[in-house]
Structure formats: C-alpha cells, structure tokens
C-alpha cells in the first residue's frame, strides 16, 4: 500500500501524454466557426440519371433549382436535409446562395446529384480547409449503382420465366 502512494506521487507534477488520431472537441469548434470564402464555385453532380449543374456565390444562403426554391423543388423533408448535409457538416449553412439547373432522373436521384454537386463545389471553393472533412463524409464519392440492364431471353435484368421440369 505504501508503494502505491510513492507511485503516484512520482507522476503528480507530469501530465500524460495521450496519442489520438480523433480530433478534439475544441478543434471542431474553431473549424465550424470560421468565415465563408468570398469566392464563388462550381461543379456538376451526378446520380443514376440525374444531372446537378450547381453555382455557389456567396450570399444569405437562397436556394434556386430550376428557377424555383428548395422546399418547392423538394417538398420531402429528407431530401431538403439531404442537400443540406455539406452545408451543416462544414459549418456554413447560410453562408452561400445556390443556383443548380437539374435534368434527368427521379426525386431520389436529383437529390443525391444536387448533393454531390454542392461538396463538390465547397472542395472547389477551398480545398485545404473542406476537403478532408467531406472526403471523410463520403460526400466526394459518386455513387455509381445504376439500374442494371435487361438481358436477352429474360424478362427483366434477372427475371427469368417459371422452370418447369416436365
């Protein structure tokens, strides 16, 4: 019992050193605080058959696609909050305007493009602070699923005709 109390008198004055590869809390912090660039971006997103062209100009964070705004053009919640996630993620929601002309595909699909067209336009605006934060979302990364392709003899991709052994 007397060791231990010798042992931990020893270590009073030191402060351990930790090794970590997570980021602090207060680094987090100081990174969602800081300003938006004054620059503008742009890229293209694309999901399934969708196609996002996206303009990001600085601004007071207005939503125009296709000439209408976000909640109209996407009237789904999930949807809305699924554009939203490279804004939120960074830390500046507000920050820009985004105007996006989309074609092709579904509701789902031009969700996705709008979203892919939006990192990649904040990874053009600023590389060295954004990149890596997105990147690690996995919000650079084109999903490439499509629909697979009917084969001949079937009726669909996979959907064959009932066997029959007699």
Do not use: C
């Amino acid at each position: 019992m007397a060791q231990n109390a010798e042992e931990t008198t020893e270590f009073e004055g030191e402060t351990p050193s930790t090794y970590t590869t997570e980021t602090s809390a207060s680094a987090v912090v100081a990174e969602t605080e800081r300003a938006p660039l004054t620059v503008p971006g742009a890229a293209v997103g694309r999901r399934k058959q969708a196609i996002a062209r996206v303009r990001l100009v600085p601004g007071t964070g207005k939503w125009t696609v296709n000439g209408r705004t976000l909640e109209n053009f996407f009237p789904n919640k999930l949807h809305q909050q699924d554009v939203n996630e490279p804004f939120k993620i960074l830390g500046l929601e507000g920050a820009y305007d985004v105007i996006a002309r989309i074609n092709g595909g579904g509701i789902s699909g031009q969700a996705g493009a709008l979203r892919l067209g939006i990192a990649r336009s904040l990874n053009e605006i600023d590389r060295d602070a954004n990149r890596a934060t997105l990147k690690k979302a996995g919000y650079l990364t084109r999903d490439a699923r499509v629909i697979e392709r009917k084969k001949a003899g079937l009726k669909k991709a996979r959907k064959a005709s009932q066997f029959s052994k007699r």
